[in-house]
């Protein structure tokens, strides 16, 4: 059993099913209704780097009380939120940060052979492969992130393409004249996340596993240490073995099994616009800005805050 129908759900789903099991998902809304829905669809293992790294902390002390900046973190009075945010200082260190970025480096070595399997598998979902091409205002920012570069491709990542104004602009025409520099990562990916919800969602119903909507998870069945099903509203659902895949929700549900996950709730923004009267190549980082355009079949989509 699988209880989350994200993309996380449901890639677990789908490996299983290929394994030979047998497998129910459940989700509480509907398939990829929370965090799967309406992000940029960016496959980047070169900026797949921890979000906890040296210097975040006085960054996010200026950004704290602006809601218009990249990182905005609302401060209420809740004790497990400030003990998360100070388990999350702690982290932002050079030697957790490199340790980090390493384990990272090495979970996405096969990050695009997979996404290959899938689509020679038959999930229909649209992926594109012209890299992401990363924008910046000033020569110096561009220099700053060239060093992190330097230290993905050491990891494995394809080198860096640097673009000044004029190719830069012979590449992507939509490039305003305030950008310096630019630099493409030529190995990164981008799919529309809804189609490849959809398309799991078509192969897995072809593969024989059932999706279960609006089935939210309200307890669990024990029989001494062993967890052998849970309850929603429609009774109890017996399981051999249980995933959970339910985004910031799964910590709830771990808490009821005696687990404690440090889990905080995130909220990003996008907005997509259909047919849009300016096309781009493809995936733009607007790297001081924090913010990021993905160009699907018929729409761009713009990607802010956290």
Not at 43 to 61: E, H, Q, V
Not at 93 to 103: C, D, K
Not at 163 to 168: G, H, I, R, T
Not at 244 to 260: D, I, M, Y
Request: contains cysteine; glycine residues 10%.
């Amino acid at each position: 059993m699988i209880v989350g129908a994200g993309a996380i759900g449901l890639c677990c789903a789908y490996a299983l099913r290929r394994r030979g099991m047998q497998v129910l998902v459940l989700d509480r809304t509907a398939p990829g209704n929370g965090a799967s829905h309406g992000n940029g669809g960016w496959i980047c293992p070169t900026l797949s780097d921890p979000l906890p790294g040296p210097g975040l902390t006085l960054a996010s002390l200026r950004w704290l009380l602006q809601p218009e900046s990249p990182l905005y973190i609302r401060p209420r009075l809740d004790p497990a939120f400030w003990r998360w945010l100070w388990r999350f200082r702690r982290h932002c260190n050079e030697g957790v940060y490199h340790q980090g970025l390493t384990a990272l480096a090495d979970l996405n070595r096969s990050t695009m052979a997979l996404f290959d399997a899938l689509a020679q598998d038959g999930v229909a979902f649209e992926m594109r492969s012209q890299g992401l091409l990363c924008l910046f205002l000033s020569r110096e920012a561009a220099r700053a992130e060239q060093r992190h570069l330097f230290e993905m491709e050491r990891l494995g990542c394809p080198q860096a393409y640097w673009f000044d104004p004029e190719p830069l602009r012979s590449y992507e025409p939509a490039v305003s004249p305030a950008v310096a520099v630019g630099l493409l990562l030529p190995g990164e990916r981008h799919v529309r996340p809804e189609s490849l919800l959809t398309g799991l969602q078509v192969r897995l119903q072809e593969m024989g596993v059932e999706i279960r909507a609006h089935s939210p998870v309200l307890g669990f069945e024990r029989a001494g240490y062993a967890v052998t099903g849970v309850r929603t509203p429609r009774g109890v659902e017996p399981a051999e073995r249980i995933v959970l895949a339910a985004g910031v929700w799964t910590a709830r549900l771990a808490a009821q099994l005696g687990c404690s996950l440090p889990l905080e709730a995130g909220k990003g923004y996008s907005v997509t616009m259909a047919e849009p009267a300016t096309s781009i190549r493809g995936p733009l980082h607007l790297t001081e800005a924090h913010a990021g355009l993905s160009p699907f079949v018929g729409a761009i989509r713009i990607l802010g805050t956290m």
